[in-house]
T-cell receptor
Framework: GENVEQHPSTLSVQEGDSAVIKCTYS??????FPWYKQELGKRPQLIID?????GEKKDQRIAVTLNKTAKHFSLHITETQPEDSAVYFC????????????FGGGTRLMVKP | ETGVTQSPTHLIKTRGQQVTLRCSSQSGHNTVSWYQQALGQGPQFIFQ???????GRGNFPPRFSGLQFPNYSSELNVNALELDDSALYLC??????????????FGNGTRLTVT
């Protein structure tokens, strides 16, 4: 089955700096990679996703890159703000697995004012 | 448009008991998935239902079972509760087809504590 590794487990940045979270996956058939943000005591919320037919996707301050050959994908947050502080999860799945996401272990991002 | 709603929000049970958790999917969504999130970890897939049929199962024992109803709402049942079942149980819905990936929308979860 799929295995997703996520690094780092914690990340502390100064407000305004960039943050990068990296994930690797094992199943070369995986073709859908969402990122979720989970604030303390709240539901995971989808912030961006990418499919394997593109290498990069951007939405305002958030971008995701995908390297299918190396089987890794990354989340980039620019101009970080204190409200970006949360736990971020990457995940992977493929069409034949429906919505059975395999999640990484999570990254706790702390943005210091 | 209402989002995914789960009940109850919190639950305390004793080891060996049975529990039923409920989920109402987002309007227009016909696929429901259940995930278990232990403290400090990522969610783990339990199973998924598409049009009232189980459409995939993760590495969970048979004492974890579920149902999906004609209105696409769903239940998660856990029998013979164990201490390790203590976790946040998340329900997610999506508008997808059974073999096509679509974004998941999560509910706020049910926090289950087994003592």
């Amino acid at each position: 089955g799929e295995n997703v590794e996520q690094h780092p487990s914690t990340l502390s940045v100064q407000e305004g700096d960039s943050a990068v979270i990296k994930c690797t996956y094992s199943d070369s058939a995986s073709n859908y990679f969402p990122w979720y943000k989970q604030e303390l005591g709240k539901r995971p919320q989808l912030i961006i996703d990418i499919r394997s037919n593109v290498g990069e996707k951007k939405d305002q301050r958030i971008a995701v890159t995908l390297n299918k050959t190396a089987k890794h994908f990354s989340l980039h947050i620019t101009e970080t703000q204190p409200e970006d502080s949360a736990v971020y999860f990457c995940a992977a799945t493929h069409n034949n697995a429906g919505n059975m996401l395999t999640f990484g272990g999570g990254t706790r991002l702390m943005v210091k004012p | 448009e209402t989002g995914v709603t789960q009940s109850p929000t919190h639950l305390i049970k004793t080891r060996g008991q049975q529990v039923t958790l409920r989920c109402s999917s987002q309007s227009g969504h016909n696929t429901v998935s259940w995930y278990q999130q232990a403290l400090g970890q990522g969610p783990q897939f339990i199973f998924q239902y598409y049009r009232e049929e189980e459409n995939g199962r993760g590495n969970f024992p048979p004492r974890f079972s579920g149902l999906q109803f004609p209105n696409y709402s769903s239940e998660l049942n856990v029998n013979a509760l164990e201490l390790d079942d203590s976790a946040l149980y998340l329900c997610a819905s999506s508008p997808g087809m059974r073999d096509r990936v679509s974004p998941l929308h999560f509910g706020n979860g049910t926090r289950l504590t087994v003592t």
